[in-house]
Nanobody, 121 residues
Framework: QLQASGGGLVQAGGSLRLSCATSGLTFSTYAMGWFRQAPGKEREFVAA????????DYAGSVKGRSTISRDNAKKTVFLQMSSLKPEDTAVYYCAARMYNPSVVPGDYYYWGQGTQVTVSS
């Protein structure tokens, strides 16, 4: 089970830290990803992190403004977002897949319920 939290309403230029707590997984064997979906749009890749945390990948739209991290002891993955823009408004989902990270949503086995991020201009 994946439980995402930390979303909310923030002004443009602000910051948010999303968390995704997991249970029932051998967390350290799963790569983790963050995706987002805005109304009327397809789900898109935001960031991914390898099992050890040593490899990270970001979508171009958030690179330099976001940092993905994980705490294997706490079985939690984080997404720190700063300099938020109105176009970052979406429901953010965390996802897990065994072994290596991927930018493709269909490659992930498990999904959280999503947390809403709304950025006002």
């Amino acid at each position: 089970q994946l439980q995402a939290s930390g979303g909310g309403l923030v002004q443009a230029g602000g910051s948010l830290r999303l968390s995704c707590a997991t249970s029932g997984l051998t967390f350290s064997t799963y790569a983790m990803g963050w995706f987002r979906q805005a109304p009327g749009k397809e789900r898109e890749f935001v960031a991914a992190i390898s099992r050890s945390g040593g490899t990270k990948d970001y979508a171009g739209s958030v690179k330099g403004r976001s940092t993905i991290s994980r705490d294997n002891a706490k079985k939690t993955v984080f997404l720190q977002m700063s300099s938020l823009k109105p176009e970052d408004t979406a429901v953010y989902y965390c996802a897990a897949r065994m072994y290596n990270p991927s930018v493709v949503p269909g490659d992930y086995y498990y999904w959280g319920q999503g947390t809403q991020v709304t950025v006002s201009s």
